[in-house]
């Protein structure tokens, strides 16, 4: 018998095939016997969608039998299935069927981590997380999880990224504040003070991740560090005046560049969200 699709490449690496699984039968195990995985990488779950899996569970029972492993007499520990267990409590049931592997902890890590990573609605940050156990724990290599999860490697890679961002980011991304499209914008900025007052200015504008994406070009295009040298301001000295002015005006460095033709940009440097405000009071106001 093949292997269910619903597994997903990754996952159907990791765990028997539904033949295994049929010899090692369903057994009906208490409730009050299983402990949760110590390894599962979901910290959050949804009230909303668990009690509609416990309405679920309570008129038809549990479908979908969890996996465990045995620890001990009368002891076992969930290797996949949380979610049910959770909802089998919640409904009233007394035992859940269940399949009884055996595995050891890093058998036990690896299955479960990739088993919520293919079958369940992780956040981004907790799917993050959950690649970089699976490399420091578990020691694969980008290109054995792109196997394992059935993934891309710049797909893993654009998810690990998201680690290197300011914890309120993090957080931010996690609680749906922003998009991972945001997120992997400001990601592209060098300093962590620079993303975090992006961000701020993300939830006070709502700006678009087009818009994003915008600014860090913008942002780049200035940054020295990221070009590797200075970029030079290039604009006839009869303009030197106009952009001494408008340093006075904003009391800061004005990048001012025009071309051959007449066109150009002033870009308005700010060190804080308070000093943008400053510089947008100046321009709402001329104060």
Known sequence: MAKRNALGRGLGALIDDAEKMKHAGIREVELSWIEANPFQPRTKFDEEALNELTTSIREIGPIQPITLRKTGEDKYQIIAG?????????????????????????????????????????????????????????????????????KKRSTIANYLRLLKLPAVIQKALRDKEISMGHARAIIN???????????????????????????????????????????QQKFPKKYQPVKSQLDKIFSSRIGLSINEKGKGKIVIPFKSEKDLERIVKIIETGE
């Open 82 to 150: 949380e979610r049910r267990f959770r909802a089998a409590q919640k409904a009233g049931f007394e035992t859940i069927p269940a399949y009884i592997r055996h595995a050891n902890d890093d058998g036990m890590l690896e299955m479960a981590l990739v088993e919520n990573i293919q079958r369940e609605d992780l956040d981004s940050i907790e799917i993050a997380l959950s690649y970089q156990r699976l490399i420091d724990e578990c020691e694969l290599t980008q290109e054995n999880l792109s196997s394992r999860v059935g």
């Open 189 to 231: 900025i060098v300093d962590a003070e620079t993303q975090t007052m992006l961000y701020h200015q993300i939830l006070k504008y709502g700006f678009s991740v087009r818009k994003v994406e915008e600014i860090v070009r913008d942002l780049n295009s200035e940054d020295p560090d990221k070009k590797g040298k200075p970029q």
